[in-house]
């Protein structure tokens, strides 16, 4: 099927700044993607090249198979959200949404009807006689939401579109989001943010971008589960990159390790290289933190914090001679900065080639 949205090495210069090195990539019809990555990665850019503000260096942008590359933004069709919710101070919510309606020459009785429907569906319709700055972040954020999708946009662009709310209000928006995602099945999402939890709870796929460069792209879990870089590794989820000694490693799905002198299994979620440094990625929440003892590895406790639904602890793992992190709940024998503790890493965790 003719892909909703093809990028074909397009790649963006500003001056001698390589803000986009030549990205190739297919969104399907009705498919979240979320582009993530670290501030200056090129995710806007990917973005406003796809909207049309910015102009590729090379390589062509597709819309359902058709080249939009030299189209201007308004004949492209899209809806966009960005962060800072431009929202037209002067006009009313109705009036913001029906922007691009009265722009496409519609009927105002088909107007009008649109934008109470599309009100309703970001849950504004009871503040349509407002103005924006009688509105919360939240509520203008919505406003902004019904407005892109107003002309009912094949393919809606969302830029960091949480990003200036407080946390409570971007759990309310992520749901929200899926929400719509459910209403609007046709409707292709491309996400940028730099927020790991909003690309896995609103995104079917994610990709990884930095410097400049889509450096992994897959499916959610699989990015998660199987990070096939340590950059991914510890971006996404945060993972310890804990370096270990490979003892045999069968070149699909299994290996084993050896981390100071003890033996676990492993999931190589790449081709190795003969001699390569490994190292297994342990999300912070898999480290089992304990009493020391002959079936634990001796760790440090370096650092302890209060993180209200349980502790962070920061280790130094000698075996490895790594640091490490700890997410632990709140419960009884929490150990205190200076103690000696004896820690476990789960079996299977991914095991990462490093340093190239
Ligand atoms: N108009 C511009 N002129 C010059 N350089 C630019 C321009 N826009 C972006 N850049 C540069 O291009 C690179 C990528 O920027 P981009 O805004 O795409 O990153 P980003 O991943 O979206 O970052 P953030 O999360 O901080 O928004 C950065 O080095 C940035 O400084």
Known sequence: MTPAVEFRGVSVHFGATQAL????LSVAKGETLALLGPSGSGKSTALKALAGFVRPSAGRVLLDGEDVT????????????????????HLRVDGNVAFGLKARGL?????????????????????????PRELSGGQQQRVALARALAIKPGVLLLDEPLSAL???????????????????????????????????ALADRIGVLRDSRLVELGPCEQLYRRPASEFTASFLGGANLVPVELVRFDGARAAVVRLGGRELSAEPTGVLGEGQS???????????????????????????????????????????????????PDG???????????VSIPDGCPLLGVGG
Do not use: N
């Open 21 to 24: 090195s030549p990205l190739d």
């Open 332 to 342: 009884p024998g929490l150990p205190a900065v200076g103690d000696s503790v004896g």
């Open 107 to 131: 009927p105002r009785a088909e107007v009008a009807k649109r934008v109470a429907e599309v009100l309703e569906l970001v849950g504004m319709g009871a503040f349509a006689r407002r103005f």
């Open 166 to 200: 407080d946390a409570a209000l971007r759990e309310e928006m992520i749901a929200e989001l899926l929400r719509l995602r459910a209403e609007l099945p046709d409707t292709t999402m491309i996400h940028v943010t730099h927020d790991q939890a909003e690309a896995l």
């Open 278 to 328: 490994v190292a297994l990625g342990v999300r912070p929440h898999r480290v089992g933190v304990g009493a020391p003892g002959p079936d634990a590895w001796p760790a440090l406790v370096r650092g302890v914090q209060w993180r209200g639904s349980g502790y962070r602890l920061d280790l130094h793992l000698p075996a490895a001679d790594c640091e490490l992190r700890a997410e632990v």
């Open 70 to 89: 030299d189209l201007p933004p308004h004949r492209r069709g899209l809806g966009v959200v960005v962060q800072s919710y431009a929202l037209f101070p």
